[in-house]
């Protein structure tokens, strides 16, 4: 067994993780959500990552690093996850997201990518006690006498990723902050974690926000999953027993994948009237979206998105979909929104 500094640097998929005085590595094959070390090679080029705080973090030729193993399905950046059997010591894989999930690659698009690199996985790490560290064991946790308080859920969903859903919600948080609502929290339920995404609705205000990682994966992927119910359900569990005004809810990615549509009918059982915002890059997909949004039982309160970008662009989204659109990316377009 190795022993690590305790000080190595730590992608964000591991934010749960406490400090620890002593940290070792087993040669053993790692599995998702475990406390993983890879070594990015000494003659490999830099690559970007996201830190536990948020920050953008360089890893340097030659750094160990703790990151973990998990699985991503981006219609957008990258495809990946982890191999039959877990990640093999002394094997190279890839690092699929900004934070730190690492596994095979299966493919990617032409878009630069500044946190894909190739790394050499090194074991699986464990504290103190010598118990392997998986971020499972840090998961939030619903209270023994879970309570449902009735806040009203504020549901974003979109058409595709980076369409606008986070501006969306963030819209939403300062228009309820606006109308005097002074606690409220935002749950991003779907797709990878993203420290930085949850900041940005902490910094506007929202009491606490949660992913994916604070229920113990570092991602809700493969889509089509059959365990991934309970986890939703410990998410709605664990927000909806906090006494706050309102919870707003962005689902990452598109209505297809990340099992989107497993997390929706887990919402309805518990609030089948929330107000739903359907974040769409044009009309046609604003109608697309609004069709498969009904296929699933739910129906868009407001539509938003680049398919409101210009007066024309609104008008003709409203006129097909027989719903209100607004443009939530400018600066007083929360004023009128609830």
Not at 140 to 148: L, N
Not at 210 to 227: I, Q
Request: net charge negative.
């Amino acid at each position: 067994m190795r022993t690590l500094a305790a000080d190595l640097k730590r992608t964000s998929a591991l934010r749960r993780l406490p400090a620890l005085k002593k940290l070792r590595c087993a040669e053993a094959r790692g599995h998702e959500g475990d406390v993983c070390a890879f070594e990015l090679a000494a003659e490999a080029s830099p690559i970007a990552v996201e830190a536990v705080t948020g920050r953008a973090m360089m890893l340097a030729p030659g750094d160990v690093f703790l990151g973990t193993t998990g699985f991503r399905e981006s219609t957008r950046w990258v495809v990946g996850g982890v191999p039959d059997g877990g990640l093999v010591p002394g094997s190279n894989y890839w690092v699929l997201s900004e934070s730190g999930v690492v596994g095979d690659l299966v493919g990617d698009s032409p878009r630069a990518k500044s946190h894909l690199g190739q790394v050499k996985y090194l074991g699986i790490a464990s504290g103190e006690d010598g118990q392997a560290l998986n971020i499972r064991q840090f998961a939030e946790m619903p209270r023994a006498s879970v309570m449902d308080h009735g806040a009203p859920v504020f549901l974003v969903v979109g058409t595709s990723a980076e369409v606008g859903k986070t501006t969306a919600g963030i819209a939403v948080l300062r228009a309820l902050r606006l109308k005097g609502q002074s606690t409220a929290i935002a749950l991003k339920a779907t797709g990878t974690s993203s420290f930085t995404e949850l900041a940005s609705y902490l910094d506007f205000g929202a009491t606490r926000a949660f992913d994916c990682v604070d229920f113990g994966l570092p991602t809700t992927y493969p889509s089509g999953r059959d365990d991934i119910a309970p986890t939703f359900e410990r998410a709605l569990e664990t927000c909806l027993s906090i006494d706050v005004g309102a919870v707003i809810v962005e689902c990452g990615g598109d209505m297809l994948g990340a099992n989107v549509p497993i997390f929706l009918d887990c919402l309805k059982r518990r609030r089948p009237a929330a107000k739903v915002i359907l974040v769409a890059a044009d009309a046609p997909g604003a109608l697309g979206g609004q069709r498969m949004l009904q296929d699933m039982g739910l129906s868009p309160t407001l539509i938003a998105g680049p398919c409101t970008d210009t007066p024309t662009l609104q008008q003709r989204t409203e006129a097909i979909c027989s719903v209100p659109a607004i443009n939530l990316s400018r600066d007083d377009a929360h004023d009128g929104l609830l």
